[in-house]
């Protein structure tokens, strides 16, 4: 017997963790003020990007003395550049719980040759933070975009470590609390919590890290892409939106977009509370059934943004076909879009829950998830 579908649909059905989906103010003609045609480096181009640079700062509440900069290729870029050109001074520590950690410790290890230490957790797990030695210079994910696990707090990061952390903020910066004085580099892109376009990074140095980048020559090539200093010395300009290389303009005006109307809700605290509703409601949904569970297995390091989820019926004997089926049905009905988990992770999925996302949208979605499982089991069900 068919199975009745659910009666509210959401309106929004994109929950892709990246990119994601847009404020829910956003419309096309919204982009209209944006400078095209226009070199980056006449005075408008130069005031929009100086005014990204300054409504970062405001909403995430950076300190004065940490430098912002827009960067290319993404959180990727971002990340690239501060490991080629920060490390190498003292011993460093690769930490991984997930795919993208998983890469900057590949790209450190078999491209730098740095004979670092590397601490790994699987997948639902975080590494022991607090047993790592920040004498060394350490680099590490704040949210794990793949596995939905993040660090609980900073506290057991030293005030007075004498190595950098480099932290790749990407799907924490806008939704989760970022404790400044413990971070030396943070990373982000747009695309993520605010919903931006894609192929920009945001790059955040503390005065320790712009203290390294002026005192330390790497033992490797840069490519002109990712310097950041010129006879010794930052150069500043990057950090007032002077770009190293051409942005898009358009892009850089639908990021405005996405700050102003997060300023305009109430900034960071609202950003936070409202990702924190969403994920509340997949907790919840969770709590409530036995056939599936949170890929993260303590409370305390659950993502509020990219919250992944496994299957844990019995019935279910090939654990990747069915996610896969679920996630296709799914978007086959126009209710929830990318869904699937990482290619990388464990089957399941992954629905993202950050700031942009109504919760609304979340609450019309689950009976629909309900739905496609009850319906996936049938049918398994029907071919045995």
């Known amino acids: 017997m068919a199975l009745t ?7 929004n059905p994109r929950f892709s963790s990246g990119p994601c989906a847009k404020p829910p103010v956003w419309t096309l003609d919204k982009l209209a003020d944006a400078p095209l045609g226009r070199s980056h480096r006449a005075a408008i181009g130069k005031a929009k990007l100086a005014a990204a640079i300054d409504q970062t700062r405001e909403i995430l509440g950076v300190p004065a003395e940490y430098r912002i900069g827009i960067v290319p290729a993404s959180d990727t ?45 699987d997948y639902g797990q975080i590494v022991d933070m607090a047993a790592v030695d920040y004498n060394t210079d350490v680099v590490f994910t704040w949210n794990g975009t793949t596995s939905g696990v993040k660090m609980p707090h900073g506290d057991m990061i030293p005030d007075d470590r004498a190595g950098l952390t480099i932290c790749d903020a ?56 990712f310097r950041m200093t010129k006879g010794g010395k930052l150069i500043e300009g990057i950090f007032k939106g002077e770009t190293i290389n051409t942005p898009s303009m358009l892009a850089v005006e639908d990021y405005l977009v996405a700050l102003d109307w997060a300023k305009s809700i109430g900034g960071l605290p609202a950003l936070i509370a409202r990702a924190d509703a969403n994920a509340q409601e997949i907790f919840d949904f969770c709590a409530s059934r036995d056939w599936i569970d949170n890929l993260a297995e303590d409370p305390a390091t659950r993502s509020n943004t990219s919250v992944c989820l496994k299957f844990t019926d019995p019935r279910i004997t090939d654990g990747v076909a069915f996610a896969k089926s679920v996630a296709k049905r799914l978007e086959g009905e126009g209710i929830a879009l990318d869904i699937g988990a990482y290619r990388d992770a464990p089957a399941g999925l992954r629905i993202w829950c950050g700031a942009t996302v109504e919760t609304a949208n979340i609450e019309a979605m689950l009976p629909w998830l309900d739905w496609a499982f009850e319906t996936e089991i049938a049918a398994l069900s029907a071919a045995a």
């Open 170 to 225: 990407t799907s924490a910066a806008f939704a989760q609390d970022l404790p400044w004085d413990k971070l030396d580099v943070i990373t982000f892109s747009w695309q993520k919590v605010m919903g931006g376009e894609a192929a920009h990074g945001m790059l955040i140095l503390s005065p320790r890290a712009v203290e390294r980048l002026e005192s330390h020559t790497p033992a490797w090539p840069l490519p002109k892409i």
């Open 5 to 11: 579908t659910p009666a509210t649909r959401p309106a």
């Open 77 to 121: 870029g971002a990340v690239e550049m501060a490991m080629w050109s920060l490390l190498g001074a003292r011993p460093c520590t690769m930490v991984a719980w997930e795919s993208f950690g998983a890469g900057w410790v590949s790209d450190v290890v078999k491209q730098l040759k740095l004979d670092a230490t590397v601490l790994n957790a």
